[in-house]
């Protein structure tokens, strides 16, 4: 991938889910690479696996800023082999990804996925060079029991000790994904210091990070979520469906450099 100066750019990654069908994802990406003459956005998309190749090639014609393919997960296997229905990161990376989702909190409710098995994930992203993008975030009990802190440094510990200087975290709160509920400035810009101050103490003071806020993210509160401390981006799921609404969205990025 072609890296630049994505460390300071202004991330907005849509997350289509398990969404999206040959024809609809054409257009939508073929719109999309109107922003490839936007700098300082740092643009993916991040289709249902089937789709990983269509988009990669639908978004080739690189201008001034090329639009990253993701994936919303990989295997925990690393190596080849008998593992049906699983695909690795080198097979990501052989099909144009840039950049790996690990750990949405959706993973862990609907496939009981935990920090041991995104660690190995992380650590298999690591491996063939593309960018895991770690999704954290804590219960609507977790809130209001007061322990949204110590759920995320939980879901952060993932990281230690590993060698690698990039982090790219989603921070999610469960209560506000696909709910329409946004966390208030206060409650993201107090989660995002500390997502910073826990990487970087864990992972040295020389990390380069992008810290994305998700959930219930659209074209109406966007500019307000992209203003506040340490938003290094978004991680948008429904409005990235949309090409109005999507679009906006990185408008509002961009105004915010
Ligand atoms: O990955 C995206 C997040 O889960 C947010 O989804 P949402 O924007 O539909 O709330």
Redesign the pocket.
């Known amino acids: 991938m072609a890296e630049s100066n994505i460390w300071q750019q202004k991330w907005v990654i849509g997350?289509w889910k398990m969404n999206g069908q040959l024809q609809e994802n054409n257009s939508l990406v073929h719109k999309l690479r109107s922003f490839q003459t936007v700098p300082n956005v740092c643009i993916g998309i991040t289709p249902p696996t089937v789709y990983l190749l269509q988009v990669h090639n639908a978004v080739q014609i690189v201008l001034n800023n090329p639009i990253y393919t993701c994936a919303q997960d990989v295997s925990r296997f690393s190596e080849k082999g008998a593992y049906t229905g699983e695909v690795s990161a080198e097979m990501m990376r052989d099909v144009g990804v840039d950049i790996i989702l690990i750990g949405?909190s959706e993973r862990s409710l609907y496939f009981n996925e935990k920090n041991d098995v995104q660690r190995q994930k992380i650590e298999n992203v690591l491996k063939v060079g593309l960018i895991p993008l770690l999704c954290v975030g804590e219960s609507l009990k977790e809130r209001e029991d007061g322990r949204e802190k110590e759920a995320v440094a939980y879901q952060l510990s993932v990281f230690k000790g590993l060698k690698t200087k990039n982090f790219a975290i989603a921070y999610?709160p469960v209560w506000?994904?696909?709910t329409g509920k946004v966390a208030n400035r206060e409650q993201i810009a107090d989660m995002h210091q500390f997502i910073y101050d826990e990487v970087l103490s864990l992972c040295g003071n020389d990390a380069n990070i992008r810290v994305l806020y998700?959930?219930?993210?659209n074209d109406k509160n966007a500019a307000d979520i992209f203003s506040v401390p340490h938003v290094d981006g978004a991680?948008?799921?429904?409005?990235s469906l949309k090409y109005e609404a999507f679009a906006a969205i990185i408008n509002a990025a961009q105004a915010a450099e």
């Open positions: 997350n949405h999610e506000a994904i696909g998700g959930g219930s993210v991680l948008v799921g429904g409005a």
